[in-house]
């Protein structure tokens, strides 16, 4: 209850805090949250333990010293605190600027199992509300460490840290800041699947893409020819890589320039078709994949 009346204080300011960690709070509605009754003695500590990085300018290292110096948090709230210096350390080591990074004791994750550090990732690109108020984004992810986590499922304590992010999140964000994909944005190269008793061949080609820089992936279901192409459509694949079992006797690679002609999937029906009709379609040495494609994609109008 303590830590659920923390993670409303961005919202509620301290006046509203203070009341849901004592008795209760009555909001403007008339609905009343029964609160967690805590001594006065005990308020005032979590006040002075959430006011004391009040500084936002304020270095990390100083913020760390202010929730040190502001409460005495004994032995685990000392440990806690070197935990977070040696985070600080490696942020550092990162280059993560205090602005890229900071330390915020507010911050509370909603799930019970974490027993370190918890972090949120927030997003600040400034947009407006529905009243057309300038406000900023927000938080987009978070995450934390769990030691006792995965103990749960197998009996052993295994140290561990995972975070999430919210996918409708960050499509509203680019959609925010005008980046929202559309016609003009590439997908990966699409490696076609024949037979999955070839889909080690499959899963080497996209793999030695991948290494070169180039977006990559392999079909992983069951369908012909057809849907497949359609698929690479939908991922607006700028190639596709044909390995079929023709192409693997030979040692050869057939590539498929999907730019040049997204209207192909319609015209494939199955694979007699797509042999008898072969429009922008290349074929070259396996080893010449990387080289083929890049070139391919190079050439496409869509960069």
């Known amino acids: 209850t303590a830590l659920r009346a923390v993670d ?5 300011g301290w006046e509203g805090t203070a009341l849901l960690l004592g008795e209760g709070r009555l909001d403007e509605s008339g609905d009343y949250t029964k609160g967690a009754k805590l001594t006065a003695k005990a308020i005032h500590a979590i006040q002075a333990f959430l006011t004391s990085a009040s500084n936002t300018t304020a270095s990390r290292a100083a913020i760390l010293d202010a929730v040190s ?21 490696a942020l ?26 918890v972090f949120e990732a927030e997003l600040l690109l400034k947009t407006v509300d529905d009243k ?8 987009i992810g978070g995450g934390g460490r769990y030691d006792d986590l995965v103990a749960r499922f197998t009996g052993e304590r295994t140290p561990a840290t995972g975070f999430s992010f919210g996918v409708s999140r960050l499509a509203s964000a680019l959609a ?27 899963l080497a080609a996209a793999t030695e893409l991948r290494a070169a820089g180039v977006a990559a992936e392999v079909y992983l279901g069951r369908a012909g020819m057809k849907a497949q192409m359609k698929y690479a459509d939908r991922r607006r694949a700028p190639v596709a890589v044909i390995l079929g079992g023709d192409e693997l006797a030979a040692g050869i690679v ?12 319609a015209q494939v029906s199955d ?15 396996a080893g010449d994949l990387v080289a083929v494609v890049k070139s391919i994609i190079e050439g496409s109008s869509i960069k």
Do not use: C
């Open 132 to 139: 057309g108020r300038p406000v900023r984004f927000g938080s």
């Open 254 to 265: 057939t590539l498929k320039d999907l730019d040049a002609g997204r209207a192909l999937s």
């Open 69 to 89: 110096n502001a409460v005495d948090l004994g032995a685990p709230g000392a440990q806690a605190l070197e935990e977070l210096a040696a985070i600080d350390a």
């Open 8 to 12: 409303k204080h961005d919202r509620l």
């Open 271 to 285: 694979n007699a078709a797509w042999k008898t009709d072969r429009p922008g379609q290349v074929t070259a040495p």
């Open 92 to 117: 550092g080591a990162l280059g993560l600027s205090e602005d890229e990074a900071r330390f915020d004791p507010t911050i509370v994750r909603g799930l019970e199992y974490y027993t370190g550090a």
């Open 176 to 202: 925010a800041a005008g980046r929202a994909p559309g016609a003009d944005v590439r997908g990966p190269v699409v490696v076609i699947a024949f037979s999955q008793d070839d889909m080690a061949h499959y």
